[in-house]
């Protein structure tokens, strides 16, 4: 979802697939429906949706069903980052080793192991090039001073 009208943040918006090909968008407060088709964008007032369907997923698992009515909610970046913020726990293990514990609690499992590894991730990244940027220096010093000594 695009949102283009900061009213939209924070509210529920109420799809209800009607089959694989089509479903309905009703907006939240003014009540209006719209009727959109899955895989096409559906523009509104103030934004536009796009609907798609893992249809890799449904071969799959062909007994699945995605006939039904779903609440989709956009949280603005302010929003997004309390949630966040309350649901996370990092604490060090220990001071003197770059160890870390992150927790992340949601309903979801799967959104909580994708967000503490992808979280852990970039840790590790600034962690590298940190240390990469603290060698770097050292060396460049060792060098500066090797010459130095060397000309005297």
Do not use: C
């Amino acid at each position: 979802m695009s949102i283009e009208d900061d009213q939209w943040y924070g509210k529920d918006f109420i799809i209800t697939v009607k089959d694989t090909e089509s479903y309905t968008l009703t907006l939240p407060g003014v009540g209006t429906t719209l009727t959109g088709k899955i895989d096409e964008s559906l523009q509104f007032e103030g934004g536009k949706l796009l609907v798609g369907i893992n249809r890799p997923l449904l071969e799959e698992k062909p007994n699945m069903t995605i006939i039904g009515t779903y609440v989709y909610q956009v949280k603005n970046k302010e929003a997004l980052i309390q949630e966040v913020l309350t649901h996370l726990d990092v604490t060090s293990v220990d001071k003197d080793v770059p160890v870390i514990r992150i927790s992340y609690k949601s309903a979801v499992p799967e959104k909580a192991a994708v967000f503490v590894n992808a979280l852990a991730s970039a840790y590790i990244d600034d962690y590298i090039s940190i240390k990469y940027q603290a060698a770097e220096t050292t060396s460049q010093f060792l060098d500066n001073r090797i010459d130095e000594v060397s000309k005297n």
